[in-house]
């Protein structure tokens, strides 16, 4: 990838879970609040096009969780068309060890805390 390569819309993104209450444990789905955004209208995600699974994980142990000091639970795949089909934008970045961030333009902070996105 270089730094001017554009996301695909079937191009996969990941989002790294550390928190038990991001996942259900009885059928390992993704609660929604795993992709609510920050502070900054922001959720990050990272390019994994092309690697192994194995190597995602690395990513998210070295670049995520031992950062933030937790563990790793598990994560959420998801495409960039998805992502795009709720108005939201993705910042492309070059390398899979850059996070790259999901902007949520115009979310109210009444829509962050119910879990609403924009419509």
């Keep these: 990838m270089t730094s001017c390569e554009a996301l695909s819309p079937?191009?996969?993104l990941a989002r790294f879970i550390l928190q038990k209450g991001y996942f259900r444990p009885s059928d390992t789905s993704v609660k929604h609040n795993a992709f609510m955004p920050n502070k900054n209208g922001e959720t990050s995600v990272y390019r994994i096009q092309r690697l192994a699974d194995e190597e995602v994980y690395q990513i998210g142990r070295e670049h995520v969780a031992s950062i933030l000091g937790r563990p790793l639970l598990g994560r959420a795949d998801v495409l960039t068309s998805d992502v795009l089909e709720l108005s939201l934008r993705v910042e492309p970045e070059p390398s899979p060890i850059v996070c790259t961030p999901i902007l949520f333009p115009?979310?109210?902070?009444?829509?962050?805390?119910?879990?609403?996105?924009?419509?």
Excluded at 106 to 119: M, Y
Aim: without cysteine.
């Design 106 to 119: 115009g979310l109210t902070r009444s829509q962050k805390e119910n879990g609403d996105g924009p419509n």
């Design 10 to 12: 079937v191009e996969p």
